[in-house]
C-alpha cells in the first residue's frame, strides 16, 4: 500500500493524519498476510519496532475508528478478549487458546448445511465458524 493510500484510509476514517496514527496504519495494512491483533499486543509489537512512542489511547481510538469506517473487524474470543483482523472478507478462524493465536479459515473451506431460523424480529447478520485448537 501506497502512502497515500494510508493518508486515504486515514481520512475515510475521520482522522487526521498525524504522524503516530501513520505510522499505525502502516504497521496494520503495509503487510502481505492477515494480521490479528488486541490493542494491547499492537501497543507492543509499536514500542519494539517504532523509536517514538505513541499513547495508548492512540492507538485505542485509531483501531476504532478503523473498524468503524470498515478497514478492521472485530473478533471476540469467548467473550473475553477482543482481537481485530485486517482481514475483513468473509472468513472463518481457528483459535490456538495455547499461543492466543488467531489463524484465517477461507469462506469456502467451510461448509454449512443448515442454519436455525433466527428468533423472532431478529435477522441473521453473518456466520463465522470459530474452530478452537488444542496440542
Partial sequence: MKKIDILKKLRSSGLRPTKQRVEIAKFLFEREKTFHFTV???NKFLIRKLTSKIALATIYNTVHAFK?????SEVEVRGNKTYFDTNVSNHHHFYDSE?????????NDVII????KPPNGKKIKNVEVFINLKN
Fill in 40 to 42: 494491547e499486543s499492537l
Fill in 68 to 72: 468503524a469506517a470498515g478497514h478492521l
Fill in 99 to 107: 499461543t492466543a493465536e488467531l489463524i484465517d479459515i477461507d469462506a
Fill in 113 to 116: 448445511q443448515k442454519i436455525p
